[in-house]
């Protein structure tokens, strides 16, 4: 079987090759653990990289054990929340979406309102029938746009269906 180290090395090299554009930043979990963490900024979604991942195993079965969905990290720069807050506001005008002066979220201002769910953007529906903080509704769209494919979610784009 191959040790944690030499498994992360080659999984980061198969990120970068599959997605050239995304910084990776993959680590050996802290003692005890077992496993790898894998981060990332804006970039794919990670049922993206869940699907990669599940093709990736089958070629180094070695290395698999290691590799688990579980480590998966995905965060948002002012940029991509930038992105998601414009297509938000586009199809919802009047939710309230407090930003910081780089067009980011106000992560702290947000967390203090909310909104009654679902809601639909671009053409898909995000959450349930129940009231979310601003914050979960933003990460929530967030959470399902590949930054890696284009700079903005289309109006009409994705599944129509609730």
Same mark, same amino acid.
């Given at each position: #079987?191959? +040790?944690?180290p030499?498994?992360?090395?080659? *999984?980061?090299?198969?990120?970068r090759?599959? *997605?050239?554009?995304?910084? *990776? ?7 005890g ?5 894998? #981060?990332?900024?804006?970039?794919p ?5 869940a ?13 698999a054990?290691?590799?688990? +969905? ?10 991509g ?9 586009r199809e919802?005008?009047s939710?309230?979406?407090p930003?910081?002066?780089?067009? @980011? ?9 909310? *909104?009654? @769910? ?10 349930h ?5 601003v914050?979960?509704?933003? +990460?929530l ?8 494919? @284009?700079?903005?979610?289309?109006? @009409? ?6």
């Open positions: #079987m191959m +040790e944690i030499a498994a992360a090395k080659l *999984w980061k090299q198969a990120l090759a599959q *997605w050239p554009g995304v910084r *990776w930043s993959v680590r050996s979990a802290p003692r653990w077992f496993t790898v963490i894998t #981060m990332w900024e804006d970039g979604t990670a049922s993206a990289v699907l990669f991942c599940q093709a990736w195993k089958t070629v180094y079965p070695d290395a054990t290691w590799i688990r +969905e579980s480590g998966f990290r995905r965060s948002y720069s002012p940029a929340y930038a992105t998601v807050i414009d297509a938000i506001t919802i005008p939710m309230p979406i930003r910081t002066t780089d067009g @980011g979220l106000d992560i702290r201002a947000a967390r203090a309102l909310t *909104w009654a @769910g679902p809601v639909k953007v671009a053409g898909r529906f995000y959450g029938d129940r009231l979310y903080d914050v979960a509704v933003v +990460e769209v967030a959470d399902a746009h590949d930054h890696t494919t @284009g700079p903005a979610i289309a109006p @009409g784009a994705g599944d129509a269906s609730p």
